[in-house]
């Protein structure tokens, strides 16, 4: 059977673990495709609240083999931890896989993370300063350690010998750190490599002898496509692709092997760290999505930036990944509002941006003896400088000032919350299929089901 892909629509913390999760019930794989531990998923079950770094969604199904993917960087310290306490709490981890393909954070990673944000100054991405982007970086420019090499003694030491001392000049010169000692080092990870050898794996074979077996494979990306490293918002993205193709690639699935393409939008806007969020709201209209929502970062704790739902954004990420299906989660969060606005279109006030480039032309006027052009994108600009110049278009709904989470059926919603549902579907161009009302599981309402739709698996 061929695989389902489930991936944040926004800038990340959509809410793709419950999904996942719930997703997972029926799944005979769950793969995690791309990120590391600056990802988290929180998921509230009869068990309690589980807050996952590495280990997939799918964990909390025994029947589910869940594997971390070629395209992961994985933390083994934060891996050993999490799985220690998942076992610890009685998850079951025999299901567990990790790819040894996968890339290695090595201690060195989250230090000159935070060495790099701190040159930034004022241009800082507000990474989580867990390391990805450095561990990415080494990489793509090959002279990184991966999982196999953990499990090889002599490949270790050779590489962690050249690693260790080519990070030490950069430590010790350019930021006066002191210098890493490589003995330690390479004790420690070979332990640790020890320790999680009976879970490595050529994890893309599993992958495909489960497709080819008829198996349900579900991949999921961490992060969300706006912060993609080629098509989010360059360079405040992370290092990884959270995208449809991204998730292929990390999990080691043809795109002829996906059936399926789960976006997961929030019912508004959020973001953690630096970049461009154009529908962001500095007052207590998104101090209420904060509080409401709980928007405080799963990794970091850092609140989370909030605004309206950009559909121009949306539209962009379904397009560019092929969704085939929205999970529209936290609507509740909108319950408190008499009026919702979405973003769908950006209004470019500056003669400078090119017409042709930008895309159509919607008005233009005098203005103080000069003419200003006026000009709606549809679409994220490249440009780092016009998103500075850029305006939301708002189209302006009805709240509905009524509480949603007791919904269990898309009748049950307030009629305005079905006229929001039906507005962004048409801004977005896909079909809402779920829509979160709160936490629970049983708080995913189906909107529709058909034959080829992923309600019945969830409401199963
Ligand atoms: P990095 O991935 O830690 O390098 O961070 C790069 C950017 O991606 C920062 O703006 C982070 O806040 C953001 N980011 C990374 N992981 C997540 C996530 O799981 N959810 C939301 N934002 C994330």
Same mark, same amino acid.
């Given at each position: 059977m061929p695989a389902t892909i489930i991936l944040?629509?926004?800038w990340g913390d959509e809410g793709k673990g419950k999904l996942t999760d719930a997703l997972a019930g029926d799944a005979d794989v769950v793969v995690r495709a791309n990120g590391g531990t600056n990802a988290g998923h929180t998921i509230e079950t009869e068990r309690g609240i589980f807050k996952l770094h590495l280990v997939p969604s799918g964990i909390l199904n025994p029947a589910c083999i869940c594997?971390?993917?070629?395209?992961?960087?994985?933390?083994?310290?934060?891996?050993r931890k999490e799985m220690d306490d998942l076992a610890a709490r009685g998850v079951d981890l025999a299901g567990l896989r990790i790819s040894d393909r996968a890339h290695v954070v090595l201690p060195y990673h989250p230090l000159l993370d935070q060495l790099e944000e701190s040159q930034r100054a004022d241009d800082e991405i507000g990474t989580t300063l867990r390391g990805n982007g450095p561990a990415y970086a080494d990489k793509v420019a090959r002279r990184g350690i991966r999982v196999a090499d953990l499990l090889d003694r002599s490949t270790l030491r050779r590489r962690l010998d050249?690693?260790?001392?080519?990070?030490?000049?950069?430590?010790?010169?350019?930021?006066?750190?002191?210098?890493?000692?490589?003995?330690?080092?390479?004790?420690?990870?070979a332990a640790l490599g020890e320790s999680l050898e009976?879970?490595?794996?050529?994890?893309?074979?599993?992958?495909?002898?489960?497709?080819?077996?008829?198996?349900?494979?579900v991949i999921e990306c961490a992060q969300g496509a706006m912060l993609d490293v080629d098509y989010g918002t360059y360079p405040f993205v992370t290092s990884s692709s959270p995208t449809a193709a991204g998730a292929c690639q990390g999990a080691g699935v043809a795109p002829t092997q996906v059936r399926r393409v789960i976006g997961v939008f929030k019912a508004y806007s959020t973001r953690v760290g630096s970049g461009p969020l154009p529908t962001e709201l500095h007052d207590?209209?998104?101090?209420?999505?904060?509080?409401?929502?709980?928007e405080y970062g799963t990794t970091t704790g850092r609140p989370r930036r909030t605004g309206w739902f950009d559909a121009v954004a949306a539209r962009?990420?379904?397009?560019?990944?092929?969704?085939?299906?929205i999970a529209l989660t936290l609507l509740d969060v909108l319950d408190a509002f008499d009026e919702i606005k979405v973003c769908v279109a950006y209004e470019a006030n500056d003669v400078s941006i090119d017409e042709a480039e930008t895309g159509h032309p919607r008005s233009r006027g005098r203005d103080?003896?000069?003419?200003?052009?006026?000009?709606?994108?549809?679409?994220?600009?490249?440009?780092? *400088?016009?998103?500075d110049q850029l305006s939301p278009v708002y189209e302006t709904l009805p709240g509905w000032r009524q509480t949603t989470s007791e919904a269990r059926a898309a009748g049950e919603l307030p009629p305005e919350a079905q006229a929001y549902l039906r507005f962004l579907e048409e801004?977005?161009?896909?079909?809402?299929?779920?829509? *979160?009302?709160?936490?629970?599981?049983?708080?995913?309402?189906?909107?529709?089901?058909g034959a080829d739709s992923i309600v019945p698996a969830v409401a199963t």
């Open positions: 944040g629509g926004q594997v971390i993917g070629a395209g992961v960087v994985v933390d083994p310290r934060a891996l050249r690693e260790v001392a080519t990070k030490n000049q950069t430590l010790v010169r350019v930021y006066e750190q002191p210098a890493l000692e490589v003995d330690a080092l390479f004790d420690e990870y009976q879970y490595v794996v050529p994890a893309e074979m599993v992958v495909q002898d489960a497709i080819a077996d008829g198996q349900q494979v207590a209209t998104g101090r209420t999505i904060r509080e409401r929502g709980r962009y990420v379904a397009r560019l990944n092929g969704i085939s299906d103080r003896g000069y003419r200003v052009a006026r000009r709606v994108i549809d679409y994220p600009p490249a440009r780092e *400088g016009q998103w801004a977005i161009g896909v079909p809402i299929s779920l829509v *979160g009302v709160g936490p629970a599981r049983e708080q995913l309402v189906p909107l529709r089901a």
